[in-house]
């Protein structure tokens, strides 16, 4: 493999922006990337940084992962990463598959499940593609441009931290995750997977490029906003609607959240938010989460709505906000940004349209 590496992160700072760069993509999920920081962060403290590589430096048949943790975001602001783990889990993929992984992949670049792949490949040496499988996070496991143009999911290995191994093979996506579902449930609601063997070829064609340089990118503009002392939501607006690859990003909301319900049921988080004016106007402004954050609606009709991303920020800092980090009281705007061009193929909005999240309205994007 002619690697071509990129030294994206090399510092505290771009640990950091990278995290809050990936929250903001989670569009409310992928979970709270502090777990994932910290064990970065650890890596750098002892000279290891992780090793970015584009798409194009793989070898058309290079062997490519996705390590990602599978389960509820509310159980993973309370879990321990152990790297002893994640050497495990490595390793007992490449005997599971028989072969030596070339590359590892996010398989979604929210939150937590973008930061372990970079700090697996500061600990190991293997390249991260700067890439994923959704350009955000999604509840299912069969939401990815990998699923949708033809990379199963399984053979999967899924692992726990006492050491329990499940392996499955299953004809479909979304029949592994209906499988896993409860095997997560069973095994504390938090386990790490290597799921979605591909070779470097297919990623090339079909993942979704770009999307840990755009997390740096996002978490660096919003961090330079607020050193400047400037309107860091004017600048991150300015920023997000550059005039490449069909995306644009509006300001749906701004106000307090006045109600705020959680729920851990069925492996996922479920929740409910209610924002009103800090002027305490008329107007009310609901979201809901199935870990990420599925719809918006203003005085009840939908403003921004699956796939496109749905984004809520603290009003003072513009710290994006994961799902779980929401609670009463909190002042804060939502915006709304496009998904990446090819999440909205016809292709894919039949798997992760607002129909396959039980709404029965078409997807409208979000336009400037």
């Given at each position: 493999m002619g690697q071509i590496t990129?030294?994206?992160?090399?510092?505290?700072d771009d640990i950091r922006d990278m995290a809050?760069?990936?929250?903001?993509?989670?569009?409310?999920?992928?979970?709270?990337?502090?777990?994932?920081?910290?064990?970065?962060?650890?890596?750098?403290?002892?000279?290891?940084?992780?090793?970015?590589?584009?798409?194009?430096?793989l070898d058309d048949d290079a062997f490519v992962?996705?390590?990602?943790?599978?389960?509820?975001?509310?159980?993973?602001?309370?879990?321990?990463?152990s790297e002893t783990h994640l050497l495990d889990l490595l390793k007992k993929a490449e005997a599971f598959f028989g072969k030596t992984i070339d590359a590892l992949i996010s398989a979604e670049i929210g939150g937590a499940n973008s930061m372990f792949p970079l700090a697996l490949s500061a600990l190991t040496g293997l390249p991260v593609v700067d890439a994923d499988g959704m350009g955000r996070a999604f509840p299912h496991l069969e939401m990815t441009t990998f699923s949708v143009y033809g990379a199963k999911a399984t053979p999967a290995i899924v692992t726990d931290e006492l050491g329990n191994i499940?392996?499955?093979?299953?004809?479909?996506?979304?029949?592994?995750?209906?499988?896993l579902r409860p095997v997560v449930g069973a095994l504390?609601?938090?386990?790490?997977?290597?799921?979605?063997?591909?070779?470097?070829?297919?990623?090339?064609?079909?993942?979704?490029?770009?999307?840990?340089?755009?997390?740096l990118a996002i978490?660096?503009?919003?961090?330079?906003?607020?050193?400047?002392?400037?309107?860091?939501?004017?600048?991150?607006?300015?920023?997000?609607?550059?005039?490449?690859?069909?995306?644009?990003?509006i300001l749906l909301f701004d106000g307090k959240v006045i109600d705020v319900s959680h729920e851990t049921r069925d492996g996922w988080h479920w929740g409910k938010v209610t924002l009103k004016p800090l002027d305490n106007g008329?107007?009310?402004?609901?979201?809901?989460?199935?870990?990420?954050?599925?719809?918006?609606?203003?005085?009840?009709?939908?403003?921004?709505?699956?796939?496109?991303?749905?984004?809520?920020?603290d009003r003072e800092t513009a710290e994006p906000l994961t799902g779980e980090m929401l609670r009463y009281g909190l002042r804060v705007k939502v915006l709304g940004y496009s998904s990446a061009p090819i999440m909205r193929r016809p292709e894919c909005l039949e798997v992760w349209g607002p129909k396959a999240f039980g709404l029965d309205m078409e997807f409208k994007p979000i336009v400037a």
């Open positions: 990129v030294k994206l992160i090399q510092t505290p809050r760069g990936a929250v903001f993509l989670g569009a409310g999920g992928g979970g709270d990337p502090q777990i994932g920081e910290l064990f970065l962060h650890n890596q750098l403290t002892h000279g290891r940084t992780p090793n970015v590589v584009t798409a194009d430096a992962i996705s390590i990602a943790g599978i389960g509820a975001p509310t159980v993973l602001v309370e879990y321990l990463v499940v392996t499955l093979d299953v004809l479909t996506d979304r029949l592994a995750e209906e499988t504390g609601a938090m386990v790490f997977s290597a799921i979605y063997p591909m070779s470097g070829k297919f990623v090339k064609d079909h993942a979704v490029h770009g999307s840990v340089s755009q997390s978490g660096r503009c919003i961090r330079q906003g607020r050193e400047a002392s400037e309107d860091v939501f004017a600048t991150l607006l300015e920023y997000l609607n550059r005039p490449v690859d069909d995306r644009h990003a008329p107007d009310e402004f609901e979201i809901e989460i199935q870990n990420e954050y599925i719809i918006a609606r203003k005085n009840g009709q939908p403003a921004a709505l699956v796939p496109e991303l749905i984004t809520v920020l």
